[in-house]
């Protein structure tokens, strides 16, 4: 199983940016995805997740809601992450990572594939 986050890069406050995680294999059906973020000097926090296709619910971190969206596309074997009106406390280092279970679970110890990140930086 292998993950690979792209799209991270410098936005203007209020700005908007997608990032997308690419999956090796049946992970895009089979699996639960979902992005994690860690700031510098912070622990690496939970933001959003998606689970598999057939079932396809979300949960997202109270600081992202009604800002963020995370969505899937078997066909291409990704999953999005829209980000809009970014903040300066979005910044941080952004992973996708994988687990088997259906369960768009924010605990990060409960997903067992994990792609590099792909850095935010919101200005001010």
């Known amino acids: 199983v292998q993950l690979q986050a792209s799209g991270g890069g410098l936005v203007q406050t209020g700005g908007s940016l997608r990032l997308s995680c690419a999956a090796s294999?049946?992970?895009?059906?089979?699996?639960?995805i979902g992005w994690f973020r860690q700031a510098p000097g912070k622990e690496r926090e939970f933001v959003a997740a998606v689970s598999r296709w057939s079932n396809y619910r979300t949960r997202y971190a109270d600081s992202v809601k009604g800002r963020f969206t995370i969505s899937r596309d078997s066909a291409k074997k990704s999953v999005y992450l829209q980000m809009n009106d970014l903040k300066p406390e979005d910044t941080a280092v952004y992973y996708c990572?994988?687990?088997?279970?259906?369960?768009?679970?924010?605990?990060?110890?409960?997903?067992?594939?994990w792609g590099q990140g792909t850095e935010l930086t919101v200005s001010s």
């Open positions: 294999g049946s992970i895009s059906s089979t699996y639960t």
């Open positions: 990572a994988a687990r088997l279970t259906d369960d768009p679970s924010p605990g990060e110890y409960e997903y067992a594939y």
